[in-house]
């Protein structure tokens, strides 16, 4: 009975599998024709891309938006516990910098640096603007560092350690001047830092060198410079020179030199030509003032006041000036905006060295303009002139200290109350009003 069951069950089974369907086989999709997508870009743009893409030199974005402004600002009240101690401690002058340039001969004669302190004491005058590195690139005092370069350009002239314990006993605020890419010490002491003919010397217009601002070991350099000040007391960083040689715009074909990480710069606008001296000048002032955060000091420029007026012409990129861009990477930016130094007719005036309140009048609102689109705090402090230019275009005129009041006047007229007078001698005007009310003109 057992076998007849299994024998029934096999054969249902083997019926029951009879009756299955078999699976139809997949059938082939069938496609029609896909759309031609038409490219954005013709093929001589795609060509072009593909050049710079090759060249390492496709940094270009469409659509992308970069801000030239700060990311982040450092606080204003952030303690001092947090900065290096100098321990020399003086203030940001509250009333605003009304400073006078005095030049290592000037502090190194006892008479003529206690005349000058003397006349800070009893006006109000509030600050000196030191030599720390000059015009020829020699730095004036032994300096803490361990960049051989820096020590053997190091002069230990002045002993600024004591300078800065007296400014500090009449609470003058203390500014370093740093002279940076015009440095004819390190051009020699370091040829492959400048610029060089093709037969191999180093560049020397005027008989005197410039540095590569490329650079970034030359901007180190400076930097080491800077931060020796800083840790001497200085409260202030002021660069002066940062910018390329004015002959260098027309002699650059015949110059061999390095653009650092510039090599690959690829302009915004094609047709600016220059922009990567601007990009190297604006780069080293974010540079520097990242380094020199730690020491708690600010960091000014001097900048030619012609690029405020002249915005991005030729010649201006041709040194590596743009007034908004170092405006914003800087606390204070100083235009040099000396009446004797602008040309016949400029702002409508005939000879602006015989009218120093107009020339700085119309000024302003150039600065003003520029500087209302910069989004950085930064401070307006600019040169005024306090001697006199007998090559200044138009029939001689001797600076009195009515001239340097009119300039004073009009910055104040701007509500700009701060400000720098130079005299190469120390040779300043008796019996100005250096802090007059708005309306004083």
Known sequence: MKKQAISLSLVTLLL?????????????PTYTNIPKVESKYDQDALNEFDSRRKKGKANRYEGLTILKGNLLNRPDNLPNSLFYDSGI?????????????????????????????????????????????????????????????????SLGWIDYPAILKTLAEHNVYPIARIVTFKDT??????????????DGEVWSPDGESFVNPFLKEVWDYNIDIAIAAAKMGFKEIQFDYIRFSDAFVVNEDDLVY????????????????????????????????????????????????????????????GIGQHFA???????????????????????????????????????????KQVLSNVSNSVTSRPWLQDFTDSVAAGPYYEYTAEDVQAQINALASHGIHEFLLWNAAGEYSDGVDYAPKPAAQ
């Open 16 to 28: 029951s599998a009879c009756t299955f369907t078999q699976k139809p086989t997949e059938e082939k």
């Open 89 to 153: 401690h003086i203030e940001y002058p509250k009333d605003g910098v009304k400073g006078i340039y005095l030049n290592s001969d000037s502090v190194a004669d006892p008479e003529t640096f206690n005349r000058l302190l003397q006349k800070i004491d009893d006006t109000a005058l509030n600050t000196m603007v030191l030599d720390f590195k000059d015009d020829y690139g020699n730095v004036i005092p032994l300096v803490n560092t361990d960049n051989e370069l820096v020590q053997k350009a």
């Open 185 to 198: 010490v390190l051009a020699t002491n370091h040829p492959d830092y400048a610029f060089k003919t093709k």
């Open 258 to 317: 390095s653009k650092g990480t510039f090599e690959n710069y690829v302009s915004e606008n094609p047709d600016d030509a220059g922009e990567e001296r601007v990009a190297a000048i604006t780069q080293f002032l974010t540079y520097a003032k990242e380094r020199l955060a730690p020491y708690g000091v600010n960091v000014s420029a001097d900048i030619f006041g012609y690029t405020a007026v002249a915005n991005n012409s030729p010649d201006v990129r």
């Open 325 to 367: 861009s170092m405006a914003e990477n800087v606390d204070v930016i100083s235009s040099m905006i000396y009446p004797s130094h602008w040309g016949s007719s400029f702002f409508g005036i005939d000879y602006p060295n015989t009218q120093p309140y107009k020339v700085v009048d119309e000024y302003m609102y150039s600065e």
